[in-house]
């Protein structure tokens, strides 16, 4: 039968059938134009290279630490007051020499003093109750085992009488400037590790290097998770864990 005799219904579906058909040439065609351009990007992308942050740690200890200690006294004249704060940092200064401090490594601040004025309902009446006087002891020590243990001890002198406060010894290590080089290569090693693995899994290589940034150190206790953009330097503890990052970019093959 020819197409001068075909119902007005195969005529409607035949134009359906050759739109479907257009529809779905231009479609794959969308696709594979697509793909193309996905498959350029990439290229491009590798052609730019791969960034990936390396990471190295270490675990240090700290072999310096400062300790400073303030001796305060409130007394109703302020003569006395200097006095006692006097008595209680020789006091003080008796009780680290004990303990295995050397003399030459005290280092004491002025003696600072300030009057303590009473106030009723906010206003000043112009009388004094007291004055307080204060004076900083520093000590500087490379055992940090010894002032460790003097200042878990420092109770003792407390319960005569003697009015010292303190955060406790601040330990540093001073072999960062060896440490930083050493802890820099490894986390470029790092790097090149997971940018080998993540090329790898797309049948890629890597070339030189483009760039390289570094982050800042971290000095933490052994435990923390601390990561401060800045960098932190954890004084607390004796022990301590060291970490740095870099953020390298290689070429891609």
Sequence with gaps: MSQLNESPIITIERRKAVTIIISSVIVSLALAGGLMK????????????????GSAKVSATADNAVWVLNVQASTPKVAAAISKVGSDVDALKAYLIAGGVPADAFTLGAVSTYANPEYINGNATGRILSHNASRDVTVRSTDVQM????????????????NVNTGGPQYYVSTLPKLRPQLLEEAMKDAQIRAIALTKAVNGTIGAVVSVTTGPFQVTTPDSTMNEAGGAYDTS?????????????????
């Design 147 to 162: 002032l460790s243990k003097l200042s878990q001890g420092i109770g003792a002198l407390l319960q005569t009488g003697v």
């Design 38 to 53: 996905v498959g350029t990007g990439f290229a491009a992308r590798s052609a730019n290279g791969i960034t990936v942050t």
């Design 237 to 253: 503890t004796i022990e301590k864990t060291v970490t740095c990052t870099v953020s390298v970019t290689f070429k891609t093959n």
